[in-house]
């Protein structure tokens, strides 16, 4: 008599576990504002492992810096605060700042152009252009709009 055949089994690759760290606070509309939203962006990344100083915490200093001024200077609304989120997963640093004024959209990707070289203004999306790996202007629900830029981690 044969033993019978024991079914082959199936043993799945371990999956290294996915992490999402988010970070989402309210402003007010002011340069003060704005300035505080740069200050504890850097404070959160290092504290998520990204120390300050390093290529990744300088380039998203500008570009939260450029996000945040863009939504004090164009996108305020008196008594209305502008938002910061940031999302650190997957190999991707996500910086979306949102607005209540979805009437005045910045032009998207490929449609910023360079200011007149004697401008004393317009520079802030074709910094964020040259910086980020991917950028967008989103619709906000309920209202608004919301900037995101992309930063790819170095592995």
Avoid: I, Y
Avoid at 1 to 22: G, I, K, L
Avoid at 45 to 72: F, Q
Avoid at 111 to 122: K, R, V
Avoid at 134 to 142: A, E, G, I, K, M
Wanted: with cysteine; charged share 20%.
């Amino acid at each position: 008599m044969t033993a019978p055949a024991t079914p082959p089994t199936t043993t799945a690759a371990p999956q290294p576990p996915v992490t999402v760290r988010v970070f989402t606070q309210r402003f007010s509309s002011t340069p003060r504002g704005a300035r505080l939203a740069r200050h504890l962006a850097l404070h959160q990344l290092h504290s998520w492992g990204v120390p300050h100083g390093t290529e990744v915490s300088e380039t998203a200093a500008v570009l939260v810096a450029e996000l945040a001024a863009n939504a004090v200077t164009h996108g305020r609304v008196p008594g209305r605060d502008f938002e910061l989120r940031l999302a650190l997963a997957a190999g991707t640093l996500t910086v979306d700042v949102s607005d209540t004024r979805g009437e005045r959209r910045p032009p998207g990707p490929g449609a910023t152009g360079f200011p007149a070289g004697d401008a004393e203004n317009g520079r802030g999306l074709v910094l964020v252009a040259a910086l980020a790996d991917r950028w967008s202007v989103l619709d906000r629900v309920p209202v608004g709009k919301t900037v995101r830029a992309e930063l790819d981690l170095p592995c």
